[in-house]
């Protein structure tokens, strides 16, 4: 029997995963094939109308999808925004606030000026989407069958951070060459109005480097915009479901649950604007100047710098990451895929735990 005290952080503390769990928990059962089944798929989804199996090829392909359109729509869609806050990371002295730098870019470039750089972003972010959420479910998959089912929902905030950060690391190789031709097209005028016009000006000038030297900050970025996007999200429905929906996630319908998902989004999305912005501001400025480093940008801003354009993000990235996961959650709704409910404590864990007889 375990000590009460170890009950309590069970019940009390969900984002905690106890260290010595791993230790007093059984080896994970094999399926007669000695595969480890997978433990994020919850036995009544085998009861739900659902076009795949959990974790086949089907379903990979189809979350992959929903990446695309979650994050090729939605950064597209923001992309006068988005463009706003890159001048005023990378210009100031010019663009002084949110509004000003709405005023400016209209009275320089006209109205159609606030759409520059959405080719690269809509490929670029088509792409980053694809790997993000696609690789995800792999990974989040993979990790659960290697640590078993009792270790699973002891360390999940770990698994959700740990496939988040794996698959995030992919995506931003897919993202970089067309993010650097975005962040060109936005703050340096005159130097290219369309993605056909910058690509062949940028590989001239610099070859293909001039594509992949944003990579690093993108990964600074990203990785921690990733882990707390899918972490806290996960988190936050499964205590939204649990404090404050008044029924169980089964008993609600689709609508409802698309609701939840957009809440628990945005909440996320904040975190997520807050984690990543410093990152955010050094790659605006960096893929700017040619010749600088990540280092040299970031003494050059000073803990001052890195925060300029935060307002402006939080409204951008809570919206987007709320849009994105009820994009997603919607495409999988509409394909039929499985949705494992939030997950709950195993029956073996309980017992070890003295939370059932």
């Not at 951070?161 to 340096?188: H, N, Y």
């Not at 130097?191 to 000038?205: D, G, H």
């Amino acid at each position: 029997m375990y000590p009460t005290s170890l009950t309590q952080l069970a019940r009390a503390n969900p984002f905690s995963a106890p260290l010595f769990a791993l230790q007093k928990v059984e080896e994970p059962h094999r399926s007669r094939e000695g595969q480890t089944t997978r433990r994020l798929a919850a036995a009544a989804v085998a009861d739900e109308d659902v076009s795949c199996e959990f974790g086949s090829s089907k379903y990979y392909a189809l979350c992959g999808f929903g990446g695309i359109l979650s994050c090729g729509l939605t950064h597209t869609a923001v992309v006068p925004l988005d463009l706003v806050k890159c001048r005023l990371q990378v210009n100031p002295d010019k663009y002084k606030s949110i509004g000003n730098g709405f005023a400016v870019t209209v009275r320089e470039d006209g109205v159609r000026g606030l759409a520059k750089g959405w080719a690269p972003t809509f490929i670029g972010y088509s792409m980053q989407g694809l790997c993000k959420f696609g690789f995800y479910e792999v990974f989040k998959i993979l990790y659960s069958d290697l640590l078993g089912e009792e270790n699973t929902y002891l360390w999940r905030t770990s698994l959700y951070l740990a496939a988040s950060a794996s698959a995030e690391f992919f995506a931003d190789i897919a993202l970089a060459p067309m993010e650097a031709a975005k962040v060109r097209i936005q703050t340096q005028p005159g130097y290219a109005n369309t993605l056909r016009e910058c690509a062949p000006k940028m590989y001239a000038e610099e070859g293909l480097w001039a594509f992949y030297k944003g990579v690093a900050p993108l990964w600074m970025r990203q990785i921690p915009y990733t882990m707390m996007k899918f972490a806290c999200f996960e988190r936050t429905v499964e205590m939204l479901y649990k404090y404050v929906v008044p029924k169980p996630r089964s008993e609600c319908s689709k609508p409802e649950q698309l609701v939840v998902t957009f809440v628990a989004g945005y909440i996320a999305g904040v975190f997520c604007a807050i984690v990543s912005h410093p990152a955010d501001s050094v790659v605006s400025v960096l893929n700017k100047e040619k010749g600088s480093t990540a280092m040299q940008v970031l003494k050059r801003l000073g803990p001052k710098g890195v925060w300029k354009g935060l307002f402006a993000r939080i409204i951008m990235i809570g919206t987007l990451t709320a849009l994105q996961w009820f994009i997603y959650d919607s495409v999988k709704v509409y394909f039929r895929l499985p949705r494992p409910p939030p997950p709950e404590m195993p029956e073996s864990l309980k017992k070890k735990l003295g939370l059932s007889e």
